[in-house]
């Protein structure tokens, strides 16, 4: 069956019926995806859980991360220990705003 402006086309035993493709989405790197392609949703969890998902975690990881906070993609490490000092102060003191002195390159 397919939705084509309104009108429902029914095509006896169609290529789209027969050849449902599932596409691993697992990123690869900062801009590929593996892309390996099973005709059966089973055979795509058994890649995902044998393979792709392990061999690709720090892929998974980075990606998901830059994606969602693009901010971490040029993450200064001095800025990140300063924050992390800030953050530890802020719990012992128990407060919720960072100081005008506490900011990052504040000088
Ligand atoms: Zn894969």
């Known amino acids: 069956m397919a939705l084509m402006g309104g009108l429902t086309i029914w095509v006896p035993g169609s ?4 050849e ?12 590929s995806v593996c892309g390996a392609r099973f005709t059966s949703q ?3 969890m058994r890649h995902l859980r044998n393979e792709c998902v ?7 990881r980075t990606g998901s991360l830059e994606q969602r906070m693009p ?4 993450w200064d490490p001095e800025i990140d ?8 102060r802020m719990l012992e003191e128990g407060r919720w705003t ?3 002195n506490e900011r990052a390159g504040f000088s």
């Open 20 to 31: 449902q493709v599932f596409v691993c989405r697992v990123p690869t790197g900062p801009r």
């Open 54 to 60: 392990a061999r690709h975690e720090q892929e998974i």
């Open 98 to 100: 960072v100081k005008p």
């Open 81 to 88: 220990a300063h924050m992390k000092k800030v953050r530890d």
């Open 42 to 44: 089973q055979a795509l």
């Open 15 to 18: 290529a789209l019926e027969a």
């Open 71 to 74: 901010v971490f993609q040029s």
